[in-house]
C-alpha cells in the first residue's frame, strides 16, 4: 500500500464530532510514511486534550486494517499545535452547510478579534458568545443580522 491509497483511505474517515468533514480536510492527519514493514500516521488534533483522540486513532487503525495487513502506528505530535489554516478549503464549504461557521484564515496567533461570518445569512455582524463552546476548539458567536447562533 503506498502513501496515496494511505491518504485516500483516511479521507473518508469521519471526524468523530463533525462527520461532515473527514480528519483528512481538518488538518487533523498531517502526514503518512509507509516504511518497510509498518504504516505510521502522525496527527495533530485540534485541541492538546480533545476527548475525541483515542476515537480518531482507533477508527484509522480499523479503517488501515481493513486495507492491509501491515503494522499501523498513529503517532499524535501537539506542536506545531493544530490551527484553523489547517482546514481544507472543502471542508469549510461543508462546515459552513452544516451550520458551522469555520475560522477565518489568519496570519497569526490571535484570531478572536476577526468577526465569524455567519453560515446561515453570511453577516459578518456576529458578537462572540461563549469563548468555549462544548468543546474548547469551538467558539459559539450569535448573529445580529439573523439571530442564529
Not at 28 to 53: E, H, N, S
Request: net charge negative.
Amino acid at each position: 500500500m503506498d502513501a496515496e491509497v494511505v491518504w485516500q483511505v483516511l479521507n473518508d474517515i469521519p471526524d468523530p464530532e463533525l462527520p461532515v468533514v473527514s480528519l483528512v480536510e481538518l488538518g487533523i492527519v498531517r502526514a503518512v510514511d509507509v516504511l518497510p514493514g509498518k504504516i505510521v500516521v502522525t496527527i495533530t488534533p485540534t485541541f492538546a486534550g480533545c476527548p475525541a483522540q483515542h476515537v480518531m486513532q482507533d477508527a484509522i487503525v480499523e479503517r488501515l486494517r481493513q486495507q492491509t495487513d501491515a503494522p499501523i502506528e498513529v503517532v499524535t505530535t501537539l506542536s506545531p499545535p493544530w490551527t484553523s489554516n489547517w482546514i481544507m478549503d472543502e471542508a469549510r464549504d461543508k462546515l459552513r452547510a452544516f451550520g458551522i461557521a469555520p475560522a477565518p484564515r489568519h496570519s497569526g496567533n490571535v484570531m478572536l478579534l476577526e468577526p465569524a461570518t455567519c453560515p446561515h445569512c453570511a453577516s459578518t455582524h456576529t458578537r462572540l458568545r461563549i469563548p468555549f463552546g462544548p468543546t474548547p476548539c469551538r467558539m459559539i458567536y450569535t448573529c445580529d443580522a439573523c439571530g442564529q447562533p
